[in-house]
């Protein structure tokens, strides 16, 4: 690229929107209602313990309430899903998030279903998905909620734009591949099977990363032009973009940190405050 590369910057999106909820929580709070984030832990994975900290820290930062359930590795797929049932039932909670990725003996999709459609704040019930894929109001899951929020903050015209979205995951790949779809991209979606996935990548006029594997997508992939919105978050701070190389052909990426992870966050804390006025009627 001649021109410079625009950073698309996360945290300043992520600040924005929670500056937005500042007064939201405040007049909620006049009406004796504090936004509560109920988030459940499974086991002791590292990186998790981090994201569900992270997302406590941000709730109680912000004025609102963060109740946090750990619940140890051998836990079975009926606890799991009976801890859920008593949020669901619990009128403090307004949304639920269970962090992503749950120990193998559980049934993960059993577990996002047992949560009520109305505090699936993260977007993973296949209820809510199903009603985002129609372009009905559901929250959607924060991360494609993220990418979406930094397409519109910084004005990247999305309609007849050619996305191609690497990865086909239930909380990424897919519901973002399907937001993009209702703003009137044309979408391609690759996967593990694709063939030929430079040469998809190479025609795309935005490219998201949601694969799950550090520095996957190639420079030598991206054409002159294109956004890059990375969505990974490997061990050590590293993206699924070869953030170097990709930022020399771009005409406007998002780095790992300081991209879409701060903005996955600042989109659960918003649709906790929805989800507490929607409370008020
Ligand atoms: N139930 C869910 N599980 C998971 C989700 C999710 O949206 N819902 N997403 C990912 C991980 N994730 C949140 O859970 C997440 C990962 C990273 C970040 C982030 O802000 N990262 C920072 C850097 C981290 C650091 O400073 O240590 C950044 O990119 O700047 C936010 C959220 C999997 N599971």
């Given at each position: 690229?001649?021109?410079?590369?625009?950073?698309?910057?996360?945290?300043?999106?992520?600040?924005?929107?929670?500056?937005?909820?500042?007064?939201?929580?405040?007049?909620?709070s006049?009406?004796?209602?504090?936004?509560?984030?109920?988030?459940?832990?499974v086991?002791?994975?590292p990186?998790?313990?981090?994201?569900?900290?992270?997302?406590?820290?941000?709730?109680?930062?912000?004025?609102?309430?963060?109740?946090?359930?750990?619940?140890?590795?051998?836990?079975?797929?009926?606890?799991?899903?009976?801890?859920?049932?008593?949020?669901?039932?619990?009128?403090?909670?307004?949304?639920?998030?269970?962090?992503?990725?749950?120990?193998?003996?559980?049934?993960?999709?059993?577990?996002?279903?047992?949560?009520?459609?109305?505090?699936d704040?993260?977007?993973?019930?296949?209820?809510?998905?199903?009603?985002?894929?129609?372009?009905?109001?559901?929250?959607?899951?924060?991360?494609?909620?993220?990418?979406?929020?930094?397409?519109?903050?910084?004005?990247?015209?999305?309609?007849?734009?050619?996305?191609?979205?690497?990865?086909?995951s239930?909380?990424?790949?897919?519901?973002?591949?399907?937001?993009?779809?209702?703003?009137?991209?044309?979408?391609t979606?690759?996967?593990s099977?694709?063939?030929?996935?430079?040469?998809?990548?190479?025609q795309?006029?935005?490219?998201?990363?949601?694969?799950?594997?550090?520095?996957?997508?190639?420079?030598?992939?991206?054409?002159?032009?294109?956004?890059?919105?990375?969505?990974?978050?490997?061990?050590?701070?590293?993206?699924?973009?070869?953030?170097?190389?990709?930022?020399?052909?771009?005409?406007?990426?998002?780095?790992?940190?300081?991209?879409?992870?701060?903005?996955?966050?600042?989109?659960?804390?918003?649709?906790?405050?929805?989800?507490?006025?929607?409370?008020?009627?």
């Open positions: 690229m001649t021109e410079q590369t625009l950073i698309l910057d996360g945290a300043r999106v992520a600040q924005d929107i929670k500056d937005g909820l500042v007064s939201r929580v405040k007049r909620l006049e009406q004796g209602i504090t936004p509560c984030l109920a988030t459940i832990l086991g002791d994975d990186a998790s313990a981090t994201y569900v900290r992270m997302k406590g820290n941000a709730c109680r930062r912000l004025g609102m309430e963060s109740l946090k359930i750990t619940l140890d590795a051998g836990t079975t797929t009926e606890e799991l899903i009976r801890e859920i049932q008593k949020l669901n039932a619990d009128p403090n909670v307004h949304g639920i998030l269970l962090q992503h990725p749950v120990p193998h003996q559980i049934d993960e999709r059993a577990a996002f279903d047992a949560i009520a459609i109305e505090k704040v993260d977007g993973v019930t296949t209820l809510g998905f199903a009603q985002n894929a129609f372009g009905f109001a559901a929250y959607p899951s924060c991360t494609p909620a993220a990418i979406i929020a930094i397409l519109d903050y910084y004005r990247i015209p999305v309609e007849g734009k050619h996305a191609v979205v690497v990865g086909r239930p909380i990424l790949g897919k519901p973002v591949s399907l937001m993009l779809l209702n703003r009137n991209a044309t979408v979606i690759c996967h099977r694709t063939k030929g996935l430079g040469d998809i990548v190479s795309a006029e935005i490219v998201v990363a949601a694969v799950g594997k550090p520095k996957f997508i190639q420079g030598d992939w991206i054409q002159d032009g294109a956004v890059i919105l990375d969505a990974g978050y490997n061990e050590g701070n590293v993206g699924d973009v070869d953030y170097e190389a990709c930022l020399e052909k771009a005409s406007a990426i998002t780095p790992v940190p300081a991209g879409v992870g701060p903005v996955t966050i600042a989109m659960l804390l918003k649709h906790t405050v929805d989800a507490a006025e929607k409370q008020l009627g």
